[in-house]
């Protein structure tokens, strides 16, 4: 029996939301369920393109699309290691946040999202590529709202919401505009009639990034979202919609042989790099360190879309692993001194750094690598950055380390906070010593955090290990200039 590729990618993590949310009672026994699923999917996408692969009596075949309701379903060449990378970034997330209970969606939602994305990516006309998205965005803000409540709880949910389903306008806009103008025969009248939809397609991934300054979704999620959920929304969703835009340029010349999308895009990522790097040195919370650093990831990788060159897409694939790694590590330590807490804000921190040296240890070598600090794989995605950009544009070099210092200084506060010595003895007492983990649960945070620091350490030592994977694919793209 022969079934396509694409709708296993989508059926096995949508299939494993079941088992994943019946067994939420159990932190461990579901994110096996989640890793599991990717892993399954990254099996069945590692083999060769074209290869069909059997098991049992089954046959499964990367290049057969599948109609679902008149809408083609198909892995192409292009998608397939994007796809890869996308369910090996959730997996490391659902890897590093199994110590700590971000809600019972963490997992089975997460995987819900999983499978929308990756519907978004392999689905054509690319209209229903932004519906796809949007209906992603939906289990996010659930993802985002969890198990709280009382008074503006559910703000960051609905910001993260209302900003993603703005993109759908700009989305049938732009699939209006293309269908008109592919009626056009006058080669000149044509490539001006796709002008508009340049445009509209800018916004509708600009707004599924969280890319325009102000009115973007990162520092309200990050206030109101537990840490893992706020790390699985900037990388697996942010991840996603850079494959999207990748996507679209290999499939439209007129998108990418024109300069108005990299010049957008630049702008766009310009703009969220300087609001994240202006803040981030500031904030008086680590949630809000979260989301300045988000708007960075954000800002950086626009700008390296906007280059259009295979080291360009390689620095981009790199840095979704890199940014799982590093955001998920240093939200878990966010989550271990909440949990402690019940706060991440520096003022009622104090001397819990002492306390919960782990999460501190956490917080540290996540949030440094985010800064780019030499010896962390943070470090190597800066420095490819860094070839990128250098070849064009200098200024915007300085900036962005400039904004990688900005967050670092963050970073830094922060854990100067947690190592502080409380304001009094009164104080220092009152912290009650009930809430501190079991030894066996210590020993859990330890290896944990030790193996996450461990990886972050060795990726900035020997980052080609990842390069096998980054490598193809980029170069399965064909629009480079």
């Known amino acids: 029996m022969m079934i396509p590729a694409a709708l296993l990618v989508i059926m096995i993590p949508l299939v494993a939301t079941a088992p994943a949310y019946a ?57 397939q290691f994007p796809l890869v990378l996308l369910f090996c970034s959730a997996a490391i997330l659902f890897l ?3 110590l700590v209970s971000e809600g019972w969606t963490y997992v089975p939602l997460g995987l819900g999202m999983l499978a929308l994305l990756s519907a978004g990516l392999l689905i054509r006309p690319f209209v229903f590529a932004g519906l796809a998205f949007v209906a992603a965005a939906a289990l996010g803000a659930i993802m985002a709202q969890a ?3 009382g008074q503006g709880s559910a703000g960051g949910a609905l910001r993260y919401l209302v900003v993603n389903t703005l993109a759908l306008p700009a989305f049938l806009g732009a699939g209006y505009i293309v269908s008109q103008a592919s009626n056009i025969t006058d080669i000149t009248a044509q490539t001006a009639a796709y002008g508009p939809a340049v445009v509209l397609l800018a916004i509708g991934l600009g707004l599924l990034f969280g890319a325009f300054p102000i009115f ?97 897409v390689e620095t981009v694939a790199f840095s979704l692993l890199v940014r799982a790694l590093s955001l998920g590590t240093m939200a878990l330590g966010v989550a271990l001194i909440q949990r402690e807490t019940g706060s991440d804000d520096f003022a009622s921190i104090s001397g819990h750094g002492r306390r919960n040296p782990w999460a501190a240890l956490a917080i540290a070598a996540g949030g440094l690598s985010l800064a780019g600090i030499p010896g962390t794989a943070g ?103």
């Open 23 to 79: 067994l939420r009672r159990w932190q461990l026994t579901t994110t096996l369920v989640g890793v599991l699923a990717c892993g399954a999917v990254i099996f069945i996408l590692a083999h060769p393109f074209g290869a069909t692969l059997a098991l049992g009596g089954l046959t499964i075949d990367a290049g057969t699309s599948v109609n679902v309701l008149g809408r083609v379903l198909a892995v192409r060449s292009t998608d």
């Open 96 to 98: 590093i946040g199994w």
């Open 147 to 149: 198990d709280r409540s």
């Open 216 to 312: 973007t979704w990162t520092h309200s999620v990050a206030k109101d979202a537990p840490p893992m959920v706020v790390a699985f929304l900037v990388t697996v969703g942010g991840g996603a919609v850079c494959f999207l835009a990748l996507s679209l340029m290999q499939d439209f010349t007129w998108l990418s042989n024109g300069t108005s999308i990299t010049t957008y895009m630049k702008v766009l990522g310009a703009a969220s790099l300087v609001f994240g790097g202006l803040l981030a040195w500031a904030q008086r919370s680590f949630g809000r360190v979260v989301a300045c650093a988000a708007s960075v990831e954000i800002g950086i990788s626009l700008i390296l879309l906007s280059n259009s060159t295979l080291l360009a």
């Open 379 to 481: 470090f190597v995605s800066r420095w490819a950055t860094a070839r990128v950009i250098s070849r064009t544009d200098m200024e915007l070099l300085v900036v962005i380390l400039l904004a990688g210092a900005s967050v670092g200084i963050g970073v830094v506060r922060g854990l100067a906070a947690l190592f502080a010595t409380p304001v009094s003895q009164d104080e220092a007492d009152a912290t009650p010593l009930a809430v501190s983990p079991a030894h066996s649960a210590n020993v859990r945070v330890a290896v944990t955090v030790a193996l996450a620091v461990a990886l972050i350490a060795i990726l900035g030592i020997a980052p080609g290990m990842t390069a096998p994977l980054t490598n193809t694919a980029a170069q399965n793209y064909t629009f480079y200039k």
